[in-house]
T-cell receptor, first 116, second 111 residues
Framework: DTEVTQTPKHLVMGMTNKKSLKCEQH?????MYWYKQKAKKPPELMFV???????INESVPSRFSPECPNSSLLNLHLHALQPEDSALYLC???????????????FGPGTRLTVL | SQQGEEDPQALSIQEGENATMNCSYK?????LQWYRQNSGRGLVHLIL?????REKHSGRLRVTLDTSKKSSSLLITASRAADTASYFC???????????FGKGTTLSVSS
């Protein structure tokens, strides 16, 4: 199984809502990532988990809260988001994570988030 | 700041033609990767070229790397309509903390 799955595919939420994005992989990868992608822009890294521990937080606002319950699952908890947070949120995984030596990443299809 | 910059931003060709995209980056690298993204979907890894490699092939793809010029090129030969997508190069940032994607080249292949 070389697939990264993400749910939901689409999410519309108000600024006072709390929601969660879910990502799953069964490739035995030890590193998982959250990216944010605005329209017509490249993906931007948000978080890196390595061996279920948060390794990198790219100065992401606290209204985004990642969680890695186990080696196959990655969640992104959303609370009090702003309309400018509307974007495609992509999850990815890789065999492992070494600072400065990024290897092949496998991406999920993304969750299209709209904040009203 | 972005590490990679693709050129051109957009490219339109006919099926059967070759497509060449270029990427320039700013700092020293361990490797450089190319990804494809179909509209509004996840990215697909195409090829990884290490800093000590000069050329790499994968099917209809050919990637070159010139570390002295800090540049890479992706050549897609005999293009097909299904190659229509955005193509991004990606390298690690200077601190080694993030994979930074370039702005991308949008390729349109018409039949």
């Amino acid at each position: 199984d070389t697939e990264v799955t993400q749910t939901p595919k689409h999410l519309v939420m108000g600024m006072t809502n709390k929601k969660s994005l879910k990502c799953e992989q069964h490739m035995g990868h030890r590193a998982m990532y959250w990216y944010k992608q605005k329209a017509k822009k490249p993906p931007e890294l948000m978080f890196v988990y390595s061996y279920e521990k948060l390794s990198i937080n790219e100065s992401v606002p606290s209204r985004f809260s990642p969680e890695c319950p186990n080696s196959s699952l990655l969640n992104l908890h959303l609370h009090a988001l702003q309309p400018e947070d509307s974007a495609l949120y992509l999850c990815a995984s890789s065999q492992d994570f070494d600072r400065g030596i990024y290897n092949e990443q496998f991406f999920g299809p993304g969750t299209r988030l709209t904040v009203l | 700041s972005q590490q990679g910059e693709e050129d051109p931003q957009a490219l339109s060709i006919q099926e059967g033609e070759n497509a060449t995209m270029n990427c320039s980056y700013k700092t020293s690298i361990n490797n450089l990767q190319w990804y494809r993204q179909n509209s509004g979907r996840g990215l697909v890894h195409l090829i990884l070229i290490r800093s000590n490699e000069r050329e790499k092939h994968s099917g209809r793809l050919r990637v070159t790397l010139d570390t002295s010029k800090k540049s890479s090129s992706l050549l897609i030969t005999a293009s097909r309509a299904a190659d229509t997508a955005s193509y991004f190069c990606a390298t690690a940032n200077q601190a080694g903390t993030a994979l930074i994607f370039g702005k991308g080249t949008t390729l349109s292949v018409s039949s």
